[in-house]
């Protein structure tokens, strides 16, 4: 079953929390299974919350999640893949782009270096990024690579 079909077949408040989610700007994580575990332990309501709504859609158990999960279907893509995570990053650890890294080898990971929290032309998906770390996006993505 496609995404946009679970979310469509999904309660209302199901899909409006999702649109509440994409409004505060919740990146998707690249293993859903460690994002569940470290919301485990997160304090931050909002992995809480993007952690329940994987649940969801997309089950607990490692069977349920295979299918969806970008890291489980990893080592069978063979694309050019680049992951871009701001060091600051409070949603999503940097161990999902490592992880992501580990099963498909052809990933490039950069980190783009954060910028001041006070500072509200740095904010980004989920953290800030600095003038240099803003530099490193567009030296990042070379003719081999596309970003969408």
């Known amino acids: 079953m496609h995404l946009r079909r679970v979310l469509r077949s999904a309660p209302r408040s199901d899909r409006q929390a999702a649109r509440d989610q994409l409004r505060d700007r919740l990146g998707a994580p690249t293993d859903i299974a460690l994002y ?10 909002r992995v809480q919350l993007a952690a329940g709504q994987t649940v969801r859609f997309f089950g ?17 893509n063979h694309p ?3 992951l871009l995570h701001e060091a600051d ?21 950069v980190e783009l270096e954060p910028g001041g929290p ?19 996006y567009p030296g990042s993505t070379g003719p081999r690579n596309s970003v969408c």
Request: glycine share 4%; aromatic share 4%; net charge negative.
């Open 36 to 45: 569940q575990s470290e919301a485990s332990t997160s304090p931050d309501g």
């Open 89 to 109: 990053d409070a949603i999503v650890s940097a161990q999902h782009a490592l992880r992501y890294r580990d099963a498909s080898p052809t990933t490039q990971v």
């Open 118 to 136: 006070d500072d509200p032309t740095t904010d980004f998906v989920h953290g800030t990024v600095s003038t240099l770390g803003r530099a490193h």
């Open 60 to 76: 607990t158990t490692p069977e349920q999640i295979a299918p969806w999960n970008p890291v489980s279907v990893a080592a069978s």
């Open 80 to 82: 050019d893949v680049l």
